[in-house]
Every structure is written in structure tokens, then in C-alpha cells.
């Protein structure tokens, strides 16, 4: 048997290596700030935040993903609700509508927001 060592592995185009419907990893995440002008802190295959309205946005893929079966995991961690969620809407392959409510069930826009997609990509 052989044995295989390595320090970082990236794929062709960049970032984390996937196996086509590999679903042990995440195969998208993104923190982001949802308040003023929305803005990527951090992420992996997501390409862009659209602003939909208050506490409505969608998070774009880089990768489309392999079907819409996928699970997401929202955590809103913003000071400005206690309670505060984030949480799908719809999906699509190619993106992922997400609300952020505060603890009475409205739309708030969040200043620390968390999406981690777990599927398959296409």
C-alpha cells in the first residue's frame, strides 16, 4: 500500500480539492457582514452576496452545485437581536437564498452572518 503525505492540496482552479459528489465536506461556506454595503469576510466556492431587501440575501456559487437536495446550516451571531437566526429560503443550484430573523421571527439585516453548504457539486 502506498502512502501519500502532503502539507496543502489545491485543485486545478484554486482553493479547497473536491471529488465530483463528494459530501463529507463543506462544498460551499461564507461568513459575511449583511448590514450597510454586504461584504464577504471569508469564503469557498461562493462568488458573490446579493442584497435582496432587509435580511434577505443570496449567496452565489462559483461551482454550481449537483441538485437542490443540498443542506445548509445559517448562523446568525449578530449583537443587534438576541436570538437572532439565519436560515434558507429557497435553493438553487447555482445559489442560496437565506433570511436572517431576529428573535421575534422579523427581518433584520445581520452583521455577522454564517452559510455552510453541505452536497454535491455538478
Not at 36 to 65: C, H, M, P, Q
Amino acid at each position: 500500500m502506498s502512502l501519500i503525505k502532503a502539507n496543502d492540496l489545491t485543485n486545478v482552479t484554486g482553493g479547497i480539492p473536491t471529488v465530483k459528489g463528494q459530501k463529507l465536506i463543506p462544498t460551499a461556506w461564507v461568513n459575511f457582514n449583511g448590514t450597510g454595503t454586504v461584504a464577504i469576510r471569508d469564503s469557498e466556492n461562493v462568488s458573490s452576496i446579493a442584497d435582496n431587501s432587509t435580511g434577505d440575501y443570496s449567496v452565489n456559487f462559483i461551482s454550481s452545485l449537483a441538485n437542490t437536495t443540498y443542506c445548509v446550516l445559517g448562523v446568525n451571531t449578530s449583537t443587534e437581536s438576541n436570538n437572532a437566526t439565519c436560515m434558507p429560503s429557497s435553493y438553487s443550484t447555482s445559489n442560496i437564498r437565506v433570511n436572517s430573523r431576529n428573535g421575534s421571527g422579523g427581518l433584520m439585516d445581520g452583521s455577522v452572518l454564517n452559510v455552510t453548504v453541505l452536497g454535491g457539486q455538478a
